[in-house]
């Protein structure tokens, strides 16, 4: 049996889930907590497969207790369960350690669901949250250069000056030099070669 803690501010909502998982037969729930700290206490005393979790709770909020869990009792798998899903709220979550994350919008069957993959130790995501971080894994990170200032960069590299460069990629010289400006922000560096020796350092030039 799997051993699930409802953790959640709302006596309607632990109620509602409850009843969700009554009729389960792997699924038992074994408590009940209205904020973070209870959670964790309930988690940890219950020994405790998953915990669902939601992320705003007055005192501890979601986020915390999550982080604290893993710590106090690292085999509970929890499963962030609420009604956010901004990039603010699902990130932190993810990094404290949550396994999965979805909205109260679930239906019942997706919910049973993804208590059993969480207890197996596979990540369940709302849709919506997977868009999330996948649009934070394409971000540029800090200094990283666009497509236009890595290219300006290699033909730098080739041994070609401003007005060659300008020419070849069709654009004007005092953009290019603008495009340098850039790069040498972005590397910490004031001159051409020094971009240069930092672009094959980062292995950003062939």
Do not use: C
């Not at 979805?102 to 369940?124: F, I, N, Q, T, Y």
């Amino acid at each position: 049996m799997i051993r699930l803690v409802i953790v959640d501010d709302h006596p309607i909502v632990r109620g509602g889930l409850r009843d969700t998982f009554a009729g389960s037969d792997d699924i038992v729930v074994v408590g009940e907590a209205a904020d973070g700290a209870e959670g964790i206490s309930r988690a940890t005393l219950l020994s405790a497969d998953v915990v669902l979790m939601d992320l705003r709770m007055p005192g501890m909020d979601g986020v915390a207790a999550t982080a604290a869990l893993r710590e106090h009792s690292p085999s509970a798998r929890v499963l962030i369960l609420t009604t956010f899903d901004s990039e603010s709220d699902v990130l932190p979550a993810i990094e404290a350690g949550a396994i999965g994350y979805l909205l109260k919008d679930a239906l019942p069957d997706e919910l049973m669901r993804a208590v059993r993959a969480a207890a197996r130790g596979e990540s369940v995501l709302a849709p919506s949250v997977t868009q999330q971080l996948l649009g934070q894994i394409r971000k540029p990170g800090p200094g990283a250069l666009t497509d236009r200032e890595r290219e300006v960069l290699q033909l730098v590299a080739n041994g070609s000056s401003n007005r060659e460069v300008a020419s070849a990629l069709f654009i004007g010289e005092a953009s290019i030099k603008t495009h340098l400006q850039h790069i040498y922000d972005k590397f910490g560096v004031r001159d051409r070669a020094s971009a240069v020796a930092e672009g094959y350092r980062r292995r950003l030039l062939t």
